[in-house]
């Protein structure tokens, strides 16, 4: 079966230190996403990519990178410029980033930084 | 600029009875809607769309959505609650892009968290 898949699922890190973040999708999908999920906050948009080798920022990019080498894979740098880190980060794809293309998730990653 | 109000940040029912969460939008132009549910330590999970075909849109889990234009509301029921719906549910609007290429930004409710007491 077709998805995406996000590794590892819970994550531990030192303040101060780099991580990336892992999404990979089989479902052929141009547009790739980054979500941030924060208690009683919905969902915040850090990164999303339309095709290979471009991406763009979104609402809260501040202290993250992304990459898009691959059309099957987008990984999230999460840096140590970001100040607050721990959150749950939700990875998606849709066929076209056009506003009807329902959006598909993995089963996202919960980083805790201390 | 979009935006998506869900009212009620937790929704409590009985087993069995009819679950209704809110949902109303703001948009300068005419909009497609989503559902999706969260089941804990999960993805999100689309439910139903509306992209300006049938104003009453049937989904999955016996989850129905109205499109009401007059009311810009997009509200969730389904007529008979089971435990298996306890769950976060949030709401998105999205524009429909400016044309070819252009991103149609979608927005997300803060969520509501459905309680089902057997």
């Known amino acids: 079966d077709g998805g995406i898949t996000q590794s590892p699922k819970y994550l531990f890190r030192k303040e101060g230190q780099n991580v990336t973040l892992s999404c990979e999708q089989n479902l052929n999908h141009d547009a790739m996403y980054w979500y941030r999920q924060d208690p009683g906050q919905g969902l915040r948009l850090i990164y999303y990519s339309q095709i290979v080798n471009d991406f763009q920022k979104g609402d809260i990019a501040e202290g993250y990178s992304v990459s898009r080498e691959k059309k099957e894979s987008f990984p999230l740098t999460v840096t140590s410029a970001q100040k607050n880190p721990t959150a749950f980060y939700l990875c998606a794809s849709s066929i076209g980033i056009r506003g009807y293309s329902p959006l598909h998730f993995g089963n996202g990653t919960r980083l805790t930084v201390t | 600029a979009q935006s998506v109000t869900q009212l009620g940040s937790h929704v409590s029912v009985s087993e069995g009875a009819l679950v209704l969460l809110r949902c109303n939008y703001s948009s300068s132009v005419p909009p497609y809607l989503f559902w999706y549910v969260q089941y804990p330590n999960q993805g999100l999970q689309l439910l139903l769309k509306?992209?300006?075909?049938?104003?009453l849109v049937k989904g999955i889990n016996g989850f129905e959505a109205e499109f009401k234009k007059s009311e810009t509301s997009f509200h969730l029921t389904k007529p008979s609650a089971h435990m298996s719906d306890a769950a976060e549910y949030f709401c998105?609007?999205?524009?429909?892009?400016?044309?070819?290429?252009?991103?149609?930004?979608?927005?997300f409710g803060q969520g509501t968290i459905l309680t089902v007491h057997p």
């Open positions: 509306y992209t300006s075909a049938a104003t």
């Open positions: 998105a609007v999205s524009d429909p892009g400016g044309g070819g290429t252009s991103y149609g930004k979608l927005t």
